[in-house]
């Protein structure tokens, strides 16, 4: 089994900043990427940004310039600090890693970013 924890999510004015962390643990043998999703109500899980095995970054369009996707391999944690913050960045955001062998995905439960305008 494979446990992601996130925190560092909460309620920020338009135009600040957060700082979201990741912590992964359990059967981890090896990693092809992890990344970040946001599902905001009423609206489809997307996807926000990973990293994979070899630091190489992928964003959508709508965070590029204002978010950074970054990664601890000693810790096993990867970190999304989020910066000019908008109220439509408003959503759950989710970690996600997928192990190299296997291919399979594992989710973390999710933490809320509000922010207000």
């Known amino acids: 089994q494979v446990q992601l924890v996130e925190s560092g999510g909460g309620l920020v004015q338009a135009g600040g900043s957060l700082r979201l962390s990741c912590a992964a643990s359990g059967n981890i043998f090896s990693i092809a990427r992890m990344g970040w999703y946001r599902q905001a109500p009423g609206k489809q899980r997307e996807l926000v940004a990973t990293i994979n095995s070899g630091g190489s970054t992928n964003y959508v369009d709508s965070v590029k310039g204002r978010f950074t996707i970054s990664r601890d391999n000693a810790k096993i944690t990867v970190y999304l600090q989020m910066n000019s913050l908008k109220p439509e960045d408003t959503a759950v955001y989710y970690c996600?890693?997928?192990?190299?062998?296997?291919?399979?995905?594992?989710w973390g439960q999710g933490t809320q970013v509000t922010v207000s305008s």
């Open positions: 996600s890693l997928q192990q190299s062998y296997s291919g399979n995905y594992y």
